[in-house]
């Protein structure tokens, strides 16, 4: 079978919704409301300072997953790191190269853009993603992320 990565556009709200849906519940076991990811993912769609995305789908035109970009500028290189926000492979599909086709779309079009480089968070329990990521060229980061909350 093909796969395509293309720009995701509105007409794909509902399912990239439904993917991050699913990303939170299954990287974090968490669950989140579908209307406030429809108004996240619609205003990045609408306007591409927020986020980007992209969907990959198969030869049939059914999106098997998605990636979603924001980009941080850094005032110590004049220049932004593009940081992976969502990743989402529909589960029958998973292990076949999709996620490294969507990896090198974002690499790429980062490239083109002139970013930094690419960075990614992932959940320090979610061993699966983790070995993905290696596989698909990812480093440790020197860096630790922390929060707070307000």
Known sequence: M???VRRA????LGQLVEFTISEAREAEGVSKEPEKAREGIRAALEDESFALYWVVQSEDNEILGNVSVIKEWSNWSAGYFWWIQSMFIKPEYRGRGLLEMLIQTVR???RQSNALEVRLY??????????AYFKSGFVDSDYRIMRMDI
């Open 2 to 4: 093909n796969y395509v």
């Open 9 to 12: 556009d509105l007409g794909d």
């Open 108 to 110: 790429e079009s980062a």
């Open 122 to 131: 992932v959940h320090k329990d979610n061993a699966r993603a983790i070995r």
